[in-house]
């Protein structure tokens, strides 16, 4: 992760647009009362990653062989559960990194982005044919919508 800032909660009242906009930009903020750690604000997607990773390795679960489907993805209950069934696919390694990224909608550069600064392991290239068929697939599929 990167350095983290820490700022007393009175400016935390004082700036908070700029606060929100750091975080937004990857910057955790630790909030702090007469130098005691209160509370972080983390950018979203950086807090669904998290979750999903913190649950994936406390509760595995079996990920299927050949991949995760979109109707499956998109049927959980919750986006949450979306994020973390979609990242215990990715670091079961069922899923490649793009397919992770496009069953969560964002660019490859975007999730990468995220799981650098996390510490998430990457998995760089494909480990089969198939998995490169399925990241040329996805590939094509977002060259398309454009």
Do not use: C
């Not at 908070?16 to 975080?23: D, E, G, Y």
């Not at 062989?65 to 069934?85: E, H, V």
């Amino acid at each position: 992760m990167e350095k983290i800032i820490r700022i007393p909660k009175t400016d935390l009242a004082r700036n908070t647009r700029q606060v929100i906009r750091s975080v937004q930009r990857g910057q955790a903020t630790v909030i702090e009362n007469h130098g005691e750690e209160e509370a972080v604000i983390l950018d979203i997607l950086d807090y669904r990653i998290l979750r999903a990773v913190m649950r994936h390795y406390s509760h595995p679960q079996k990920a299927h062989p050949s991949g995760l489907s979109d109707d499956k993805a998109k049927g959980q209950p919750d986006i949450q559960s979306r994020w973390d069934l979609v990242i215990a696919y990715y670091l079961t390694g069922a899923i490649s990194l793009a397919r992770a990224a496009e069953l969560l909608d964002l660019s490859i550069f975007e999730l990468r982005s995220h799981f650098q600064r996390l510490d998430v392991p990457l998995r760089m290239g494909a480990d089969d044919v198939d998995e490169i068929q399925s990241d040329l697939s996805t590939a094509r599929a977002i060259a398309n919508q454009k």
